[in-house]
């Protein structure tokens, strides 16, 4: 008997009959894989002392074509034992295995429609959420209640160094409460924050300061150039005054031309006149 007769000798040409195309599968008789793979399975041979098999439907593929496979041997009948060539096609792994997906025949359904598979950070992580159920009290690591925050909020005229030995909290922690940077869930003033609206100082028009600037040139400093006799101030005499001042020539300059508080100008002067 040749090889191919041995083969087909064990092969069931009347398997069942596949819906598209419309063939009968070729069951594979003779010993199969264990479950779940079920692939017909042939002996070929002793190595090193181990007993070799091939799988039949790859086996069958080489008869039809002569061909060893490099590829893996799917099958379109999804019946492991077939060995009917015209239900085998060549693929890779990957088409394997989303062929196997396609045909609802995995082990995990097709899960890329139940959103990414990453570590939950940032914005998605719990904390962030759902932030009740970690905020404030309820977080493990938490020293104070919310009344204790309360507390300390409203304790102004206490230094921070002494709410801190009173309730086991450093003076900075201290600080962040008392700035709402921390505890920002729980109420009770808070301090210096950015929303509140600063004061706002006596201010000059950019005219008025550029007038109070000017006077506060030496005499010798208040004179045009060349090119602009009518120019009331030359650029080093800027240069100058501050220097005098101890700020740079363009703070002077962007001063002029912003318009300064009252307080600036009275600082000004004050220098001018210590120097
Ligand atoms: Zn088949």
């Not at 703070?251 to 000004?268: F, K, N, P």
Request: aromatic share 8%; charged share 25%.
């Amino acid at each position: 008997m040749t090889l191919r007769a041995l083969f087909f000798d064990k092969v069931d040409p009347n398997g069942p009959v596949h819906p598209v195309l419309l063939t009968a599968c070729h069951v594979w008789t003779g010993g199969r894989m264990p479950a779940p793979f079920d692939y017909g399975s042939i002996y070929t041979g002793h190595r090193d002392g181990w007993k070799q098999t091939a799988r039949t439907h790859r086996v069958a593929w080489f008869l039809a074509t002569g061909e060893i496979p490099a590829m893996q041997v799917l099958h379109r009948c999804d019946n492991p034992p077939c060995v009917n060539v015209d239900h085998l096609f060549l693929g890779t792994h990957d088409d394997n295995m989303e062929d196997k997906r396609a045909k609802g025949r995995a082990v995990h359904r097709d899960r890329s429609n139940l959103g990414p598979k990453v570590p939950a950070t940032g914005d998605r992580h719990g904390t962030h959420l759902y932030p009740e159920l970690y905020r404030g009290e309820r977080n493990g690591s938490a020293r104070l209640t919310e009344a204790d925050v309360i507390a300390i909020r409203e304790a102004a005229d206490v230094l921070y160094r002494d709410l801190a030995a009173r309730y086991g909290i450093t003076a900075t922690a201290v600080g962040y409460i008392r700035r709402g940077e921390t505890w920002q869930h729980v109420g009770g003033p808070r301090e210096g924050s950015c929303d509140m609206p600063r004061p706002t100082k006596p201010r000059l028009t950019p005219a008025e300061t550029f007038a109070a600037v000017l006077d506060l040139l030496p005499p010798e400093d208040r004179c045009g150039t060349r090119r602009n006799p009518e120019r009331p101030y030359r650029w080093q005499a800027l240069v100058r005054l501050a220097a005098r001042l101890g700020v740079t020539p363009g703070m002077v300059h962007l001063t002029m031309r912003e318009g300064a508080t009252m307080d600036l100008m009275a600082h000004w002067r004050t220098t001018l006149g210590e120097s």
